[in-house]
């Protein structure tokens, strides 16, 4: 290691800046967050500068550098872009043994600044010895990513009941009752602004702590679940918040939708178990909703932090909310992370818009799987002027396409089929009401797929979107022209 990483206290500290330029600015802008005292020695600013001269944020001196202007400072930042000047001041300071840095020049700096993740009053430096600053600044925006926005908060919140829980707790419990704080439900509700329920999540958190110094047995901790959307398959189409809560769950319950590059995003030693279903039923090597409820309030139970996770969004055809409700009966703390749900990936995917103009200003979300009794409004859905989507309707493509027909629906309604959205092989088939089951057929489409059903499926040509099998061109084109009577059925 060359250098030490520390962190200073600059509040009312004298800084002395030399160079009033855009780099300089940046440099003050860091130091003014930290209340630093700035004196800036250059014979011209930044307009940004010069007003903050002129009102009184920072000291002036209109001149070209010279060793006097060292006096009083405790720290010296170079930040013009002539090396000979940036020699001088850097000699100069250290003659003075004052710490100096000359921005991207290593050799003549005696500190420098890392790339910063500010979660204030938690801080995230990271240095590369001034040799690879883009390497720094690549690692910080992973890291940027990985941290929740309201991580400060969360540091805010811990450091108000610090000195409470030191009256409260022997000195042993306390750090295990602060890492269930912080990556327990407590930590959780407060990262996503529920502010209420982290206040009673910390009660209970500290109750239990209570209990357990007290108690010879020790009361056992509860877990907790996160009901995760995994989005439509593609790994960077998890959310940040996905992202956070699988790098911390010690179980991962995961579907048969969910690829192996998002898993991957998981805890390197978490276990990993596959909860995956056929159709809904359930078979030799798949797992019933009943066992999966089962088995999450057993790992929760245990006091382990399991992430439930689904494909696309849990609440959207996943069965999230039998699962919510389940360990709502069963007082296990939990929380749903939205995801992309199929519908959203497959659109931009396709590059079909799912609402448009007059075209379709409404969309709906829709089973294609065949309930025992069909509740579905077929008129309804037969209607013009809006985007349907059939879900997990492959199987059932002709039996769709003619119940709406018999409702009301034209033949030359245009239709598309997404296969595999987001994913790698994703193929997009477009058609109309009369033909896409054929098409679909013939092209051997296979789950997971979408059926969108709308005028709006005939605008996927216009995306560039690649790996298509496609009608005839000629009936591409048809599809395409521009229609007088949009709204014809
Ligand atoms: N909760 C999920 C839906 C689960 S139902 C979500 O919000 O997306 C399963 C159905 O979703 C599949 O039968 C298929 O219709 C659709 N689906 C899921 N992933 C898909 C993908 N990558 N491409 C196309 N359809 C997909």
């Given at each position: 290691m060359d250098h030490l990483p520390i962190f200073l206290q600059l509040r009312a500290v004298p800084v002395l800046v030399v160079g009033g330029g855009r780099i300089a600015q940046r440099k003050i802008e860091l130091l003014q967050r930290v209340g630093a005292r700035i004196t800036v020695v250059a014979?011209?600013?930044?307009?940004?500068?010069?007003q903050q001269a002129a009102a009184g944020q920072l000291e002036h001196r209109e001149a070209r550098f010279a060793p006097e202007h060292l006096e009083g400072a405790q720290l010296v930042i170079a930040a013009t872009n002539l090396k000979s000047l940036n020699t001088a001041v850097?000699?100069?300071?250290?003659?003075?043994?004052?710490?100096?840095?000359?921005?991207?020049?290593?050799?003549?700096?005696?500190?420098?600044?890392?790339?910063?993740?500010d979660r204030a009053p938690l801080i995230v430096a990271i240095g590369s010895g001034g040799r690879a600053p883009v390497l720094a600044r690549w690692v910080r925006e992973q890291i940027e990513a990985l941290l929740p926005a309201a991580l400060g908060t969360l540091a805010r919140f811990m450091g108000a009941r610090r000195e409470a829980v030191r009256h409260l707790l022997a000195p042993a419990a306390r750090r295990p009752f602060w890492e269930r704080v912080a990556r327990g439900t407590t930590g959780a509700r407060v990262l996503a602004g529920d502010t209420a329920g982290a206040e009673r999540a910390y009660e209970r958190e500290l109750r239990m702590a209570q209990l357990t110094a007290s108690s010879a047995t020790g009361a056992q901790h509860l877990g907790e679940v996160y009901l995760i959307g995994a989005g439509p398959g593609d790994a960077d189409l998890l959310t940040l918040r996905a992202l956070q809560l699988l790098q911390q769950a010690d179980v991962i319950l995961y579907d048969r939708l969910v690829p192996a590059a998002v898993l991957e995003r998981s805890r390197r030693d978490a276990e990993r178990v596959f909860v995956g279903k056929q159709s809904g039923r359930s078979s030799g090597e798949t797992t019933s909703?009943?066992?999966?409820?089962e088995l999450l309030v057993h790992y929760a139970r245990q006091g382990l932090r399991v992430a439930r996770l689904k494909g696309g969004d849990p609440f959207v055809f996943g069965r999230g909310g039998e699962e919510a409700e389940c360990l709502a009966r069963h007082g296990i703390p939990y929380v749903v992370v939205p995801g992309i749900t199929a519908a959203l990936g497959a659109a931009a995917a396709a590059g079909i818009p799912l609402t448009h103009r007059e075209a379709a200003q409404s969309v709906t979300f829709v089973t294609g799987h065949p309930l025992k009794d069909d509740t579905l409004d077929w008129r309804a859905l037969a209607r013009g002027h809006q985007t349907v989507v059939f879900y997990m309707g492959v199987a059932h493509l002709p039996h769709i396409c003619a119940r709406l027909m018999a409702a009301g629906a034209r033949e030359s309604l245009p239709a598309a089929l997404?296969?595999?959205?987001?994913?790698?092989?994703?193929?997009?088939?477009?058609?109309?009401?009369?033909?896409i089951a054929a098409l679909a057929e013939r092209a051997h489409i296979s789950a997971p797929a979408l059926l969108m059903v709308g005028e709006v499926a005939a605008l996927a040509q216009l995306s560039g979107a690649s790996d298509s099998a496609d009608e005839p061109a000629a009936e591409r084109a048809a599809a395409l022209r521009p229609r007088e009577s949009v709204h014809e059925w």
């Open positions: 014979p011209e600013l930044t307009p940004a500068l010069a850097s000699q100069a300071a250290r003659a003075r043994v004052l710490p100096i840095n000359v921005v991207d020049d290593p050799e003549l700096s005696t500190f420098y600044f890392p790339a910063i993740v909703q009943a066992q999966i409820h997404i296969e595999r959205a987001t994913l790698p092989g994703q193929r997009v088939l477009r058609g109309t009401l009369a033909s």
